[in-house]
């Protein structure tokens, strides 16, 4: 396994990987690994001939007073935990690497990111995209691997990667889930003990929501309520949102609207525990009436 801080270094790497024809799974992390991102690596040693795994706090997708400088670091960890599981290239550069400027010129995400995180992290998913741009020029990755519980996320980097031509598969792979059920996140060490044993609340609720929906409930009044009075309960959640949107294009369906039978849903929110912000979503296909 290759550790590589440049630019110029991942390209003389991976020349033989283009000249040849291979194909190249890309995983894009932040680092601070654990079974989620496992999961997104093993998919790709599955399916590639070549497995990149980049670790890079992106500061674009920070905005002011969020958690950028405390955000979870420890690359020798990281790379332990990816030394076993057939990764080639760990690439880890420094944000000079990545931005030798301040950007001038990025990408902007557009309606897609108007509500779920977008709302309450303005920007956020303008520096998410242009930095994943920055890695399918780099890497020139023929699948790029990204987890459902950041659909709003997967749904505008398939976006991206459809209006600009850019020749990759973006390939998603389901939550991977504690046995409680909270949601695998890097910003789950932020959580305290009382904190960690509210938390998973927050899918159960989704939970709740998801099989009403199957069950034939259609107003989206009723779920939303719902969903936000079972995390209520919980003493140590603050809701940032809970919303109702169609899948994949995240047009936002009023509360006072009803569900449409045959459409696909996504019902996300975002709760703050203490300081952590964890998210969660669950899509659901809604039956015939």
């Known amino acids: 396994m290759k550790r590589i801080e440049s630019r110029s270094a991942l390209q003389t790497a991976l020349r033989p990987a283009w000249a040849a024809g291979r194909s190249i799974g890309l995983v894009p992390t932040m680092g601070y690994l654990h079974a989620g991102h496992l999961a997104l690596v093993d998919r790709a040693r599955q399916e590639n001939d070549v497995v990149v795994v980049s670790i890079f706090v992106n500061p674009l997708q920070f905005g002011p007073g969020e958690d950028f400088e405390r955000y979870p670091r420890d690359l020798e960890r990281d790379a332990a935990l990816l030394a076993g599981r057939g990764v080639d290239i760990v690439y880890h550069p420094p944000v000079a690497d990545v931005y030798p400027e301040p950007p001038e010129v990025g990408l902007k995400a557009g309606r897609m990111a108007a509500g779920l995180c977008g709302r309450s992290r303005p920007g956020h998913f303008d520096g998410v995209l242009t930095v994943v ?92 309520e719902g969903v936000r009075t079972r995390i209520a309960a919980a003493k140590t959640a603050r809701i940032d949102y809970v919303e109702l949107v169609r899948w994949p294009d995240l047009r936002p369906i009023a509360p006072a609207a009803k569900l449409v039978p045959g459409e696909t849903v996504l019902v996300a929110a975002a709760v703050f525990f203490g300081t952590a912000r964890l998210i969660d979503n669950v899509r659901v296909a809604v039956p015939p009436a």
Not at 151 to 162: N, T
Not at 174 to 193: C, W
Not at 195 to 222: D, F, K, M, N, T
């Open 133 to 224: 741009a920055k890695l399918f020029h780099r890497v020139r990755p023929t699948r790029a691997y990204f987890g459902e519980k950041d659909a709003q996320q997967l749904a505008l980097i398939r976006r991206m990667a459809f209006d600009l031509d850019f020749d990759v598969e973006v390939v998603a792979v389901p939550t991977v889930r504690e046995p409680d059920g909270l949601a695998m996140s890097s910003r789950n060490v932020y959580l305290s003990p009382e904190e960690r044993a509210e938390a998973p609340v927050l899918y159960r609720a989704l939970a709740w929501a998801a099989e009403a929906i199957r069950s034939g409930e259609r107003r989206a009044a009723v779920l939303l």
